[in-house]
Structures are given as C-alpha cells and as structure tokens.
C-alpha cells in the first residue's frame, strides 16, 4: 500500500525557513511528478513546486527564488526547503506524486504556520 508522510511543518517566524520532507512508502509505477502543494483556509489548493522525472522543477511564482524542491530517489523522500517565509505562506502543505496514467497520490498535509 502506498503511504507518503509528510513532516517538518510548524510555527516560524516571518523571515524564517522550514524544510518539509515527504516519505514515499510502497511502489509507484510510472512517477511522472513529485509535488508539495499548499492549501490556506478559504482557498483552493494550489500547486507550490513539482520536479518531474527528468528532473526539471516548477514554482508558483509567489514562491520562486524562496523555495527548493528536491528528492532522494535512495531515500524515497522528496523535500521542500522553504526560506525567507512570510505570513501569506500560512497553509497546510501536501505532498503529492502523480503518474503518467494520471493517478494522484497525496499525504494528509502538514500545518505551517508563518506568524510573529
């Protein structure tokens, strides 16, 4: 059975960073993305970052030059380094691997909370 978790969410400051990480257990046949998105109250989720099988990755633009998606095949996790967070960052984030059938896999979210 396939299970991604998310970890490393929480309260920071604004300015501060956080680095999420996305443990990926079981198989997945035909990864085609790996992908954090991120969901606030009242709105709809929204695509964060992906990095897609070749490797090339993709940012919102509300997050370009701040965030880093990266993943250890070794390790089956995919992380989001996030930096420089500011208060509209507040959401909970999900982790989310998508196949070339188009098959959506997703965590249960973490809470990260951007406040002074």
């Known amino acids: 059975q396939v299970q991604l978790v998310e970890s490393g969410g929480g309260l920071v400051q604004p300015g501060g960073s956080l680095r999420l990480s996305c443990a990926v257990s079981g198989t997945i046949f035909g990864i085609n993305a790996m992908g954090w998105y991120r969901q606030a109250p009242g709105k709809q989720r929204e695509l964060v970052a992906s990095i897609i099988s070749g490797g090339s990755t993709n940012y919102a633009d509300s997050v370009k030059g701040r965030f880093t998606i990266s993943r250890d095949n070794a390790k089956n996790t995919v992380y989001l380094q996030m930096n420089s967070l500011k208060p509209e960052d507040t959401a909970v984030y999900y982790c989310?691997?998508?196949?070339?059938?188009?098959?959506?896999?997703w965590g249960r979210g973490t809470q990260v909370t951007v406040s002074s």
């Open positions: 989310n691997i998508r196949t070339w059938a188009t098959n959506d896999y």
